[in-house]
């Protein structure tokens, strides 16, 4: 059975929990405090981060690697596109949300001096990407699929991390709750993650 080594209120974690209950299939999940981190997360990963996946003797860790393994391995329902074309450009953009999104994450925990600066960063690339979802209902069209799952974490923390978007933005909200009402996402959540949003 595959075990994910998964943090509480980790946004990367909690990706890999949605994938893994989006799909209905057997696993296990060991909740990782980080604030008291076993040693064994740095025997498993050398960069001593979750999530960390073990399925018999394959160990990965990175969020998205994770995420595509899982969804290759169980491929129903598939959430990555299964056009090579349009796969690589489900990549490309999961690459995107990384390097324009998910870096600042560490600076949105931490809460420390600039954040505003950051939290207005965050703000305007998502109400960038708010009016796609005038015309569809997921990021890479009516289906939802990997990239949905990718960006889900930060949607669910923007009141937790102090991001307030503007009412121009409102389509992306709407997109967001279409996310947060699947059985898969609700699944998916901790307790802890349950009262970040009211
Ligand atoms: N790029 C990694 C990021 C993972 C990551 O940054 N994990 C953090 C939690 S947000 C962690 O485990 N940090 C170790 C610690 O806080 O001790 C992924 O996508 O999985």
């Given at each position: 059975m595959m075990i994910l080594y998964s943090g509480t209120i980790d946004p990367f974690s909690h990706r890999c929990r949605i994938v893994l209950y989006e799909k209905g299939m057997d696993f296990e999940v060991i909740d990782v405090d980080l604030f008291n981190k076993p040693e064994d997360i740095a025997v498993i990963n050398p960069y001593n981060q979750v999530p960390v996946m073990v399925d018999r003797d394959l160990v990965l860790y990175e969020s998205n690697i994770i995420n595509e393994y899982i969804d290759e391995r169980f491929p129903h329902p598939q959430l990555m596109p299964p056009d090579p074309i349009m796969r690589a450009r489900a990549r490309q953009l999961l690459h995107t949300f990384e390097k324009e999104l998910f870096s600042y994450i560490p600076e949105l925990e931490a809460n420390q001096k600039g954040i505003d600066k950051t939290r207005a960063h965050v703000r305007d690339i998502l109400v960038q990407r708010a009016s796609i979802f005038i015309k569809q209902k997921?990021?890479?069209?009516?289906e939802f699929s990997m990239l949905d799952v990718a960006i889900a974490p930060l949607l669910w923390r923007l009141e937790h991390y102090g991001i307030e978007l503007p009412k121009t933005a409102a389509p992306l909200m709407k997109y967001a709750e279409r996310i947060f009402s699947r059985q898969g996402f609700i699944d998916a959540l901790t307790p802890s993650e349950k009262v970040m949003r009211r």
């Open positions: 997921f990021m890479l069209g009516d």
